[in-house]
C-alpha cells in the first residue's frame, strides 16, 4: 500500500541554522499536508500542497511538493528555539480521505 | 472554544479491561478518525468515520471498535486492554476535502500494565 517516508528521523541544530525535511511517496500523491508536533503537544496543521511544483511560503518555512507529485520538503530558515517540535508529512490513500503519516522529523534547536 | 475534545487525559487500565475513549467537535466536520502514536512510528491510523452511520478500519484496527451515531462524536472502545495498546491516542476531524487540514484533539495517553 502507499507509504509516506520522512527523512531525517532526527537533526539537531544551532539557533540560526537552517533545518530541511524531506517526505517520499512511493505513489503519485494528490496532495500533501505538513504539520507540526510541539513535545508533549498535539499535531498542527501547517500547511497543504495540491500542484505539482507548488511553492508556498509561511515567514521563515518554505515548503515544496516535488514535479512528479511523489516527494516534498519543509525547509526552514534560521531557525529559532520556538521551532523545536516534530514535522510530519502526510499524504491521502488513494481512494479515500483519510490521510497517511510520515513517521515525522524530530527538530531541536540549541539556543 | 471550538475543536475537537477528548476525554479522559490519561488512563490507566489493567490488562483485559474495557474502556472507551471519547472524542467530540463542533466544526460540523463530516470525516473523523482515530490515530495512535508510538515512538519512531508516527501517527498510525485505527478505524475512521466518513459521516454519521459510516465506520471503516484503517492501518491497525485489531482490538478496537468505532461507532458514529451522530455526527458530532466518535468513540474509541478497546474490547480488552493489552500492553502492546500502551501509546497516545488522538482524534481528529476535517471537512470532507480536508483542505484545511486536520484538527487534532489533545490526546489520550493510556498505559495498559
Known amino acids: 500500500g502507499q507509504q509516506v517516508m520522512q527523512i531525517p528521523q532526527y537533526q539537531h541544530v544551532q539557533e540560526g541554522e537552517d533545518f530541511t525535511t524531506y517526505c517520499n511517496s512511493s505513489t503519485t500523491l494528490s496532495n500533501i499536508q505538513w504539520y507540526k508536533q510541539r513535545p508533549g503537544g498535539h499535531p498542527v496543521f501547517l500547511i497543504q500542497l495540491v500542484k505539482s511544483g507548488e511553492v508556498k511560503k509561511q515567514k521563515r518555512l518554505t515548503f515544496q511538493f516535488g514535479e512528479a507529485k511523489k516527494n516534498s520538503s519543509l525547509h526552514i530558515t534560521a531557525t529559532q528555539t520556538t521551532d523545536v517540535g516534530t514535522y510530519f508529512c502526510a499524504g491521502p490513500r488513494k481512494d479515500n480521505n483519510d490521510m497517511r503519516f510520515g513517521a515525522g522529523t524530530r527538530l531541536t534547536v540549541k539556543p | 472554544n471550538a475543536g475537537v475534545t477528548q476525554t479522559p487525559k490519561f488512563q490507566v487500565l489493567k490488562t483485559g479491561q474495557s474502556m472507551t475513549l471519547q472524542c467530540a467537535q463542533d466544526?460540523?466536520?463530516?470525516?473523523m478518525s482515530w490515530y495512535r502514536q508510538d515512538p519512531g512510528m508516527g501517527l498510525r491510523l485505527i478505524h475512521y468515520?466518513?459521516?454519521?452511520?459510516?465506520?471503516d478500519q484503517g492501518e491497525v484496527p485489531n482490538g478496537y471498535n468505532v461507532s458514529r451515531s451522530t455526527t458530532e462524536d466518535f468513540p474509541l472502545r478497546l474490547l480488552s486492554a493489552a500492553p502492546s495498546q500502551t501509546s497516545v491516542y488522538f482524534c481528529a476531524s476535517s471537512s470532507f476535502r480536508g483542505a484545511a487540514g486536520y484538527t487534532f484533539g489533545s490526546g489520550t495517553r493510556l498505559t495498559v500494565v
Open positions: 466544526m460540523n466536520h463530516e470525516y
Open positions: 468515520s466518513v459521516g454519521a452511520g459510516i465506520t
